[in-house]
Structure formats: C-alpha cells, structure tokens
Antibody, heavy 118, light 111 residues
Framework: QVQLQESGPGLVKPSETLSLTCAVSGYSISSGYYWGWIRQPPGKGLEWIGSIYHSGSTYYNPSLKSQFTISIDTSKNHFSLKLSSVTAADTAVYYC???????????WGQGTLVTVSS | QPVLTQSSSASASLGSSVNLTCTLSSGHRSYMIAWHQQQPGKAPRSLMKLEGSGRYNKGSGVPDRFSGSSSGPDRYLTISNLQSEDEADYYCETWDSISWVFGGGTKLTVL
C-alpha cells in the first residue's frame, strides 16, 4: 500500500524559502508515476502546483508564478518542493500526491499546514 | 488547458440520493476526470476515475453507494442512501499530458 508523508516547517517568515519533503513508502518512485504537490489555502479549494516524473522531468502550473522548484531523490525515495520569496498568500495546507495521466491523483499525503507570518 | 466547473454547494436528506456535477470546458468534453472526497479536517481521498463514456473505476474501499456517469461535457457523481459521513467537499480533477486541474469543489450537506 502506497503511503505519502509530508514534512517541513509549519511557520515560515515572509520573503524566505519554504522547503517541503514527501517521503514515499510502499512503492519505489523510480518505478514510474508522476509525483506532485497540491495546496489548499484555508477555506478554499485545491490548486495543483506542479509534478515531477520519475525520470526527473518537471511540470508546473502555468497560472502560478515561477517560484516553485520540485526535485526528486530516488535513493531516498522522496521528492521535494521549494518555494522562494513566500508571502502570506502562500499560507496553505500542502499535499503531496501520486499522479498519472491515466488516473489522475490516486494517492494523497495527509497534508502539512504552512503558515507564512513574521 | 481544461477548466472544470462545479456548483459551490448541494444538500440532500439522510438516506436519499444526490447527483454532483462537474462540467468540462469547451474543447475538452471527452476528457476523463477523477472524483475526490474531502471530509472536514481531513486530506482528500480518491473516489473514482470516470470516463466520457460513463465507465468508472472506483478506488479501494469506496462504498457501492458511490457511482459515476457522464453526458456530453458533464461528469456526475451519484451518492445513494446518503450517510452522515458523506457530508464533505467533493472535487473533480482532470489532466492532459503535462498538467492537472481541479474544479472549485462542491460542499455537500446531509440534512
């Protein structure tokens, strides 16, 4: 059974860089699938941030500013998200997920709340 | 890039049935979608994949009360015999070769 677990700081100061990691268990991320990040501001809907293919190719939401970087570490079976120059608008629950172009998201992490505040 | 439109809210009585709708934008009416359920305070849960033909494939552990259907650009999630635990936000999702998009979500209230 695939499980995804986000980790990272719960509080980040404005203009700093946010770094989150998603540890995957029950499946080797080098075997396939896309691995993505989705966020949900308080009281709002889901927003796809971007995804990385197991080969390392990355895809980002064109509607978002290009502050996001997604990377993958197959040796540790995890992938990561970096968001530079955060603002209060980046306050959200961040979910990692397993995705495919056949099924969409089929597994979700439990989510981690990130608050941007001084 | 496709756009998904969902009603912001719906309500139905305990034990009844409800249809939630997700509408694909023009030019994308044949796209497959997925439905996800998000109970209050919890992470989303994948319910099913739904094709334009109306064929659907549910995730593991999804009750038989949940089913899907399609008509043109509309994709439906039907929940029968509504239970209190079905009160949740429901999101549809679609994708193309390099991007994914979510609908705005429907908040379902069980009366």
């Amino acid at each position: 059974q695939v499980q995804l677990q986000e980790s990272g700081p719960g509080l980040v100061k404005p203009s700093e860089t946010l770094s989150l990691t998603c540890a995957v268990s029950g499946y080797s991320i080098s075997s396939g699938y896309y691995w993505g990040w989705i966020r949900q501001p308080p009281g709002k809907g889901l927003e796809w941030i971007g995804s990385i293919y197991h080969s390392g190719s990355t895809y980002y939401n064109p509607s978002l500013k290009s502050q996001f970087t997604i990377s993958i570490d197959t040796s540790k079976n995890h992938f990561s998200l970096k968001l530079s120059s955060v603002t209060a608008a980046d306050t959200a629950v961040y979910y990692c997920a397993r995705q495919s172009t056949a099924d969409g998201v089929d597994n979700w992490g439990q989510g981690t709340l990130v608050t941007v505040s001084s | 890039q496709p756009v998904l439109t969902q009603s912001s809210s719906a309500s139905a009585s305990l034990g009844s049935s409800v249809n939630l709708t997700c509408t694909l934008s023009s030019g994308h009416r044949s796209y497959m979608i997925a439905w996800h359920q998000q109970q209050p305070g919890k992470a989303p849960r994948s319910l099913m994949k739904l094709e334009g033909s109306g064929r659907y494939n549910k995730g593991s552990g999804v009750p038989d009360r949940f089913s899907g259907s399609s008509s043109g650009p509309d994709r439906y999630l039907t929940i029968s015999n509504l239970q209190s635990e079905d009160e949740a936000d429901y999101y549809c999702e679609t994708w193309d070769s390099i991007s994914w998009v979510f609908g705005g979500g429907t908040k379902l209230t069980v009366l």
